[in-house]
């Protein structure tokens, strides 16, 4: 009997779930991927599942566990001599951790997928083909004969390759899932390296990873997962269309009703302004005092003028094309002259990095941009401000509009994606499904341009001059919950329908 068939017939069994993700917070992030890496599992385990996560050996993973242990040698694969597997335990949650250790491919300190100077890795192709393998044998008990997974769960490309190893075993032992956190980024590889994957010819034609002549890890886990999840409703069917769908909407569209949206959560625990310790003050949605006092110290932290009346606008991002940096520098000049004022933070693209920078010498006392990643920071600038910008051309999921809500800052997002499924505008009528009066929690604008965009913020700048409208929009934007408990669950129901769908196909 298959592990699944095992699960499905012992329903007091916990659920055995291995999660394969290149980044977890606090270890290694690079983004989004990494809050929902840390948060997702240890939730899932809070509901009594059997949670498991399986990592890259990279510097800060090693340095970061707690009491790593041998589990078994793999030898020599993907051109490195020696790969050995190992167990640890999260600092925090507690979590059970795997860690490929491939001194060769792995010990490498800074972004997981690029090079000091930005270009990817060389050996990408190998390093994550590894990543996903070892799932694959992990899921199946051949890495730990103590333990093996009813549900193999592959977050983005780069442990998408686990789905292709999977079904290739003959009775593939586990179901697998797999998330697009972000189809931009697909790991594409040359075509003639299809060999090192160790896989059959056929898997690399057009049914399989064969994308436009280049091998595609997105493609794998799109094509060979039981089920494709992505991190918001929206998404969902977006990535269905040839606006967003990156080439690959086809691919996408032929899953049909094995495609899922499922709405990120937001550690709560982390994001708290009742006890984050990285405020000066704390605060509640009834005791809003503190985030006055965190206003203010922002304001003089940052060297803008301490102005009562300004809207105090944050954005903490990623710089790059997404984001539509673009169109707030567009809109800045206009809306500084209206008394705005800007407390950016970001990395990313050069010439974002340099534009800001330059506004900043521009509008000093106006504009502050930090260009650096500091997650106390963040936390600071997002307690502080009056609201959160959000302006992406395309937006999976976006976190930090839910740290908005959560921090009483109201969200000004473009309503594409998750933006558009987590912020519901002051002014717009209820959409269906609201629920009832006064849910506004934010600004949405729709077209991607500096106008609309200016439009929005001009609306939130008109509502802080009503202050006891714009409290009950912050109380509103507090009182949602954006906690991972509902998320969680959901993703355990859709686990046991595969594991169980799987169970009396064999049975
Ligand atoms: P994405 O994953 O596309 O970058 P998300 O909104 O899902 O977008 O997640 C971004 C995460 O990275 C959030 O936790 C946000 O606070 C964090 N972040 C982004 N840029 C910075 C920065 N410069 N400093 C600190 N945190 C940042
Ligand atoms: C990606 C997306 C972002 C999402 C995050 C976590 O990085 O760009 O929208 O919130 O993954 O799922």
Redesign the pocket.
């Known amino acids: 009997m298959t592990a699944g068939a095992a699960a499905a017939q012992g329903s007091a069994a916990a659920l055995r779930v291995l999660h394969v993700a290149a980044e977890v917070f606090p270890l290694v992030k690079t ?3 990494a ?1 929902v890496v840390a948060a997702l599992p240890p939730a899932q385990a809070q509901e009594g599942a059997d949670v498991r996560l399986l990592l890259p050996g990279l510097p800060a993973v090693l340095d970061g566990l707690q009491a790593l242990q041998p589990v078994c040698e793999v030898g020599n694969c993907f051109g490195a001599l020696r790969v050995r597997l190992l167990r640890g335990r999260m600092p925090d949650s507690g979590l059970p951790v795997y860690v490929v250790d491939a001194p060769y491919l792995y010990r490498r300190g800074g972004n997981p997928y690029l090079r000091a100077d930005g270009s990817e890795w060389p050996d990408n192709l190998q390093r994550f083909a590894l990543l996903g393998w070892a799932g694959a044998h992990l899921a199946a008990a051949d890495a730990d004969p103590q333990w093996s997974a009813d549900v193999l769960h592959a977050h983005d490309w780069h442990a998408a390759m686990a789905c292709a190893y999977q079904a290739e075993r003959p009775a593939p032992p586990a179901g697998t899932v797999f998330t697009v956190h ?1 189809l931009a980024y697909q790991g594409l590889f040359a075509m003639e390296d299809w060999q090192t994957l160790g896989l059959p010819a056929r898997r690399m034609s057009s049914e399989g990873l064969e994308f436009h002549g280049q091998l595609s890890f997105m493609k794998a886990g799109l094509k060979y997962a039981d089920l494709v999840t992505t991190v918001s409703p929206s998404y969902a069917a977006e990535i269905a269309t040839p606006e967003f769908g990156c080439g690959l909407d086809g691919v996408i569209r032929a899953r049909g009703a094995a495609v899922h949206g499922i709405l990120n959560g937001i550690d709560t625990t982390i994001w708290d302004p009742a006890a984050d310790a990285a405020l000066p003050a704390r605060y509640t949605a009834s005791r809003l005092q503190g985030k006055k006092a965190c206003r203010r110290a922002l304001q003089a932290e940052l060297g803008l003028e301490a102005d009562e009346r300004a809207l105090l606008l944050t954005v ?3 710089l790059t094309g ?1 984001k539509g940096m673009d169109l707030l520098l567009a809109a800045m000049p206009a809306l500084l002259a209206q008394g705005v004022q800007f407390a950016i ?3 990313g693209d050069a010439a974002l990095e340099a534009a800001l920078r330059a506004a900043q010498q521009a509008y000093p006392g106006r504009v502050h941009a930090y260009v ?4 106390a ?2 936390h600071r600038l997002i307690a502080g401000a009056d609201a959160i910008l959000v302006p992406s051309r395309f937006e999976p ?4 509009q839910m ?1 908005g809500l959560r921090y009483g800052t109201l969200p000004i997002v473009r309503g594409v994606g998750g933006l558009r499924d987590t912020v519901f505008d002051l002014d717009e009528a209820m959409r269906p499904g609201d629920r009832g009066a006064g849910s506004g929690t934010g600004f949405v604008f729709h077209e991607a341009t500096p106008q609309a965009l200016a439009q929005a913020v001009q609306r939130a700048a008109a509502l802080k001059g009503d202050a006891p409208r714009w409290r009950r929009a912050m109380q509103a934007a507090m009182a949602r919950d954006h906690g991972w408990r509902a998320p969680a669950r959901e993703y355990l129901q859709r686990y046991r329908a595969l594991v169980e769908g799987a169970g009396a196909a064999q049975g």
Not at 372 to 375: A, F, I
Request: net charge negative.
């Open positions: 983004g989004g991927l809050d972000n903490v991002s990623r997404q933070q970001g990395t650096g990643y500091d997650e920071r963040a999921c976006g976190l930090t740290y």
